[in-house]
């Protein structure tokens, strides 16, 4: 089990209207999981996806399969 903590950061792409989510790709190796958080609320709740899940999820948004981001 690792002890290292998550880097937050959140996408370039994001506008600062404060509606953006932040994500910690280090654990994605060592851990298994991608956090995410709201970026309003630094202390809220954590969702852990699975980094397979959450690999599938960016190809997925890359291809448009979402519709319009």
Not at 49 to 63: D, E, I, M, Q, T
């Amino acid at each position: 089990m690792t002890t290292e903590s998550p880097r937050w950061f959140k996408s370039s792409y994001s506008e600062n209207g404060g509606a953006c989510v932040e994500v910690a790709a280090n654990l994605a190796e060592p851990r298994g999981v991608v956090p995410v958080r709201d970026s309003k609320n630094l202390r809220g709740p954590v969702l852990n996806v699975p980094a397979a899940s959450f690999v599938s999820f960016v190809a997925g948004v890359k291809a448009g399969e979402f519709g319009a981001v």
